[in-house]
T-cell receptor, first 113, second 111 residues
Framework: DTAVSQTPKYLVTQMGNDKSIKCEQN?????MYWYKQDSKKFLKIMFS???????INETVPNRFSPKSPDKAHLNLHINSLELGDSAVYFC????????????FGQGTRLTVV | GDSVTQMEGPVTLSEEAFLTINCTYT??????LFWYVQYPGEGLQLLLK?????DKGSNKGFEATYRKETTSFHLEKGSVQVSDSAVYFC??????????FGQGTTLQVKP
């Protein structure tokens, strides 16, 4: 009964491909996030969703398209993958948009070759 | 813009040593401050937080005090264990829906 779960855990793909990462939370939270962690472990927010609506988009290239079918899910689709997209992507959730006490998933390590 | 700066790692200590990981921040408002911990192969977990000046957050023997005058939120523990080996992230939030993280500090504790 993992609180925030992401699939897959590892993803290796070629440049130019399109891939998706799925995220689900069973905490009843209404706010979800995607963060990117680079090779130096630097973490940066990509998107924030509140009640299925996009609230924050941190100048992420439009090749990245998040989708929230319901409050418990926030998926990340990436088109035309580039080498620089290689990173660990973390999904997170929190109870309420003003509450930034976030619960994180285990991460998806994306390697683009 | 707002930012968080942490001391560079790795920090290597012997078991039962005293730990300090420095964190300073730059923010235009009055942010909430957090320490998150990432154990190997896992996601981040909230370790402690403080929401206003002079607040002290504490958990599992770790402490940090929100110092507005020095814009700092240093993490301390009196006696570290091997199981504390992890990456520690200082973070701030002064805007709903957004955490700004420092670069992380790797702690290695040797028996």
């Amino acid at each position: 009964d993992t609180a925030v779960s992401q699939t897959p855990k590892y993803l290796v793909t070629q440049m130019g491909n399109d891939k998706s990462i799925k995220c689900e939370q069973n905490l009843g939270h209404d706010t979800m996030y995607w963060y990117k962690q680079d090779s130096k472990k630097f973490l940066k927010i990509m998107f924030s969703y509140n009640n299925k609506e996009l609230i924050i988009n941190e100048t992420v290239p439009n090749r990245f398209s998040p989708k929230s079918p319901d409050k418990a899910h926030l998926n990340l689709h990436i088109n035309s993958l580039e080498l620089g997209d290689s990173a660990v992507y973390f999904c997170a959730s929190s109870q309420g948009f003003t509450n930034t006490e976030a619960f994180f998933g285990q991460g998806t390590r994306l390697t683009v070759v | 813009g707002d930012s968080v700066t942490q001391m560079e790692g790795p920090v290597t200590l012997s078991e039962e040593a005293f730990l300090t990981i420095n964190c300073t921040y730059t923010a235009t408002g009055y942010p909430s401050l957090f320490w998150y911990v990432q154990y190997p192969g896992e996601g981040l977990q909230l370790l402690l937080k403080a929401t206003k000046a002079d607040d002290k957050g504490s958990n599992k023997g770790f402490e940090a005090t929100y110092r507005k005058e020095t814009t700092s939120f240093h993490l301390e523990k009196g006696s570290v264990q091997v199981s504390d080996s992890a990456v520690y992230f200082c973070a701030l939030s002064d805007q709903p829906g957004k955490l700004i993280f420092g670069q992380g500090t790797t702690l290695q504790v040797k028996p």
